[in-house]
């Protein structure tokens, strides 16, 4: 090893020091959760090989959530989270199981947690994980009290919001000290990691790139349709009519997403010809996707169902061990440090 590589590898260290230390990992790369292939393998394997791997709780009743953190459990001894939807019909329930479980770290998305909840997470000794998605609410999330951040851009697969990783991590990153904060969307290599730690984030997240992970139990389809993917086949969904608004999701471009397109233009039509009324046409439209994620990550329908992709699905190449996946990002972010390290020396 180099001089420069070192002092690339320390400065990566003491970069993502902060972020290390809140997760209790060697390395703060977080494993996105990705509902069916955030599962126990996966996530254990992340844990084991320095990252920190999050359960997708997603739809699950409590009892498979406990299930699925127990059996994550005699996975792994390291630190792992999990990650609840704010909308959950049961999130009080989820909250207590997680707590049951001593689970260190809650990770609460798809909406802005309640004061009730935050305070039964906090009173349970578990740290808060919120998603922020502009510079307001970050600071309200902590008033509220979150532990640490997440800001997540539009390049990240699944449900998006409007604005990319870069304009987000400019906005946010220079305002936001009090807690860590973690960057993710579109993150792909260890150079963009150390990028957005050098603008101040305390780590990462990424989920698109441990899909092709060996551990992770998605379809051999699946892992497949990634490894052909380019970075422009993961587009968000098409809304037909602004009357009928559509949740965007990024997915790789499939027949599914043809006949979504189609479906919303029979429905809409079906409405304006008097046959459907408003509430039922919207339902229908929305429930076009029901199990079409399981479908696809399990049953390896990668034709008609949803496949989840972020944009950096064109970096992914082929099937790796957990392990080896969390090396090359490591390395790529110390090669990175040491090369700007090096710059700067010149200069």
């Given at each position: 090893?180099?001089?420069?590589?070192?002092?690339?590898?320390?400065?990566?260290?003491?970069?993502?020091?902060?972020?290390?230390?809140?997760?209790?990992?060697?390395?703060?790369?977080?494993?996105?959760?990705?509902?069916?292939?955030?599962?126990?393998?996966?996530?254990?394997?992340?844990?084991?090989a320095?990252g920190?791997?999050?359960?997708?709780?997603?739809?699950?009743?409590?009892?498979?959530?406990?299930?699925?953190?127990?059996?994550?459990?005699?996975?792994?001894?390291?630190?792992?989270?999990?990650?609840?939807?704010?909308?959950?019909?049961?999130?009080?329930?989820?909250?207590?199981?997680?707590?049951?479980?001593?689970?260190?770290?809650?990770?609460?998305?798809?909406?802005?947690?309640?004061?009730?909840?935050?305070?039964?997470?906090?009173?349970?000794?578990?740290?808060?994980?919120?998603?922020?998605?502009?510079?307001?609410?970050?600071?309200?999330?902590i008033?509220?009290?979150?532990?640490?951040?997440?800001i997540?851009?539009?390049?990240?697969?699944?449900h998006?919001?409007?604005?990319?990783?870069?304009?987000?991590?400019?906005?946010?990153?220079?305002?936001?000290?009090?807690?860590?904060?973690?960057?993710?969307?579109?993150?792909?290599?260890?150079?963009?990691?150390?990028?957005?730690?050098?603008?101040?984030?305390?780590?990462?997240?990424?989920?698109?790139?441990?899909?092709?992970?060996?551990?992770?139990?998605?379809?051999?389809?699946?892992?497949?349709?990634?490894?052909?993917?380019?970075?422009?086949?993961?587009?968000?969904?098409?809304?037909?009519?602004?009357?009928?608004?559509?949740?965007?999701?990024?997915?790789?471009?499939?027949?599914?997403?043809?006949?979504?397109?189609?479906?919303?233009?029979?429905?809409?039509?079906?409405?304006k010809?008097?046959?459907?009324?408003?509430?039922?046409?919207?339902?229908?439209?929305?429930?076009?996707?029901?199990?079409?994620?399981?479908?696809?990550?399990?049953?390896?329908?990668?034709?008609?169902?949803?496949v989840?992709?972020?944009?950096?699905?064109?970096?992914?190449?082929?099937?790796?061990?957990?392990?080896?996946?969390?090396?090359?990002?490591?390395?790529?972010?110390?090669?990175?440090?040491?090369?700007?390290?090096?710059?700067?020396?010149?200069?």
């Amino acid at each position: 090893m180099t001089e420069d590589l070192k002092n690339g590898f320390q400065d990566l260290e003491k970069a993502w020091k902060r972020g290390c230390e809140f997760l209790g990992t060697e390395y703060a790369i977080l494993g996105g959760a990705m509902s069916w292939v955030s599962e126990r393998h996966l996530v254990a394997a992340i844990s084991n090989a320095g990252g920190f791997g999050v359960i997708a709780c997603g739809a699950m009743t409590p009892d498979l959530l406990d299930a699925e953190i127990k059996a994550t459990q005699e996975l792994t001894k390291k630190p792992f989270g999990v990650n609840l939807i704010t909308m959950h019909p049961d999130l009080d329930k989820l909250v207590d199981v997680c707590l049951e479980n001593n689970v260190g770290h809650v990770v609460l998305a798809g909406g802005v947690p309640t004061k009730e909840t935050i305070a039964q997470i906090k009173e349970g000794g578990a740290k808060i994980v919120c998603f922020a998605p502009i510079l307001a609410l970050a600071k309200k999330l902590i008033r509220l009290g979150a532990d640490a951040l997440v800001i997540e851009g539009m390049e990240a697969g699944g449900h998006i919001g409007p604005v990319s990783t870069s304009v987000l991590a400019q906005e946010i990153l220079p305002h936001i000290t009090d807690v860590p904060v973690f960057v993710a969307g579109g993150i792909g290599r260890g150079e963009a990691i150390s990028t957005y730690l050098r603008m101040g984030a305390s780590g990462c997240q990424l989920g698109t790139r441990f899909v092709c992970a060996n551990e992770c139990i998605a379809h051999p389809d699946f892992k497949k349709s990634f490894i052909r993917a380019n970075a422009r086949d993961a587009v968000t969904t098409v809304q037909v009519d602004p009357q009928f608004p559509v949740i965007p999701v990024r997915a790789l471009n499939n027949q599914g997403g043809k006949k979504f397109i189609q479906t919303q233009h029979e429905v809409i039509a079906k409405y304006k010809a008097g046959e459907m009324d408003l509430e039922a046409a919207q339902l229908e439209i929305e429930h076009f996707w029901a199990g079409a994620l399981r479908r696809a990550v399990i049953d390896g329908d990668v034709e008609y169902g949803s496949v989840m992709a972020g944009q950096s699905v064109g970096m992914v190449k082929t099937e790796q061990p957990t392990a080896e996946i969390l090396q090359e990002l490591v390395e790529q972010a110390a090669e990175a440090f040491a090369e700007h390290g090096a710059q700067r020396s010149i200069s």
